[in-house]
């Protein structure tokens, strides 16, 4: 029963194309249900899709239309995963991203894929889920529940996908809708965004030792912890559980794991 736990269910993933938003896709797949997934990167995610037995969709998540367009050809839907999001260190390489030297513009760019992204796929996909119940995922980060210096927009916009989560969730339970909407903060998760830091490490594998070394599980997370945890939260299972969060961080969040002396 445990690995039919969508079947039927119709769900679409953003940013899949790869990385943890493609894990979850081929996680629904491989749960029973209908799984649409999107992106911008259009040839990557047709043959995403193809390999996982999904259908591709184009979508930016900044533009409005897009959405509209995707939720017509999608019909009913019983979930959404606002997977979408950029670093401002990858793609698109944007210029610093601290404080003091983030342009307003790079910052702008960085919350209109992670941020209003978001808004907008809850926007448009709760008159669609409410039809026939349903849960919405948003993605956002553990550097939305910490300060980090040379990532200004993304930790600001990750945060503030948590909280709109919250508001999500109350709105549609304060009017009797079937729609609960939850957050997964990730860490340490290595995926494509991770990679374009270690290309700089003149060592790889020293560079995700070091990483790990400060992490208490004492290893970085695969795109597939996640997606078990959207699973989850995806499916009837979870049908009391709206307005949260979870960290799939190895307990980075949690603190330090002091590590005792032989």
Not at 15 to 41: H, K, P, Q, Y
Not at 116 to 144: E, Q, T, W
Request: charged share 20%; net charge negative; proline share 4%.
């Amino acid at each position: 029963m445990a690995h039919r736990r969508l079947a039927g269910k119709r769900i679409l993933v953003t940013g899949a194309a790869r990385g943890i938003g493609l894990a979850i896709a081929r996680a629904c797949v491989e749960s029973g249900a209908i799984v649409f997934i999107s992106d911008i990167r259009d040839d990557e995610g047709s043959n995403a899709a193809g390999d996982i037995g999904a259908t591709y969709l184009h979508l930016d998540v900044r533009v409005e239309s897009d959405w509209t367009a995707a939720l017509e050809s999608i019909g009913d839907l019983h979930g959404l995963v606002n997977n979408a999001g950029i670093t401002g260190f990858g793609e698109p390489q944007l210029g610093p991203q601290d404080a003091e030297h983030c342009s307003l513009e790079d910052w702008r760019a960085v919350h209109a894929t992670n941020l209003d992204g978001v808004f907008l796929g809850c926007k448009h996909a709760i008159p669609v889920i409410k039809a026939s119940g349903g849960s919405i995922v948003n993605i956002a980060s553990r550097s939305g529940k910490v300060g980090v210096g040379g990532a200004a927009a993304y930790a600001s916009s990750k945060a503030a996908v948590i909280n709109h989560t919250r508001s999500v969730a109350l709105y549609c339970a304060e009017r009797g809708y079937p729609v609960r909407c939850n957050t997964i903060s990730p860490g340490a998760i290595l995926t494509p965004m991770w990679e374009t830091l270690l290309k700089h490490a003149p060592d790889r594998e020293a560079a995700i030792a070091e990483f790990a070394a400060e992490v208490p599980l004492r290893r970085m997370g695969s795109p597939e912890d996640v997606a078990r945890l959207a699973v989850y939260l995806l499916g009837d299972e979870s049908g009391y559980v709206t307005g949260a969060d979870f960290s799939v961080d190895g307990g980075l969040t949690a603190g330090t794991a002091a590590q005792p002396k032989k």
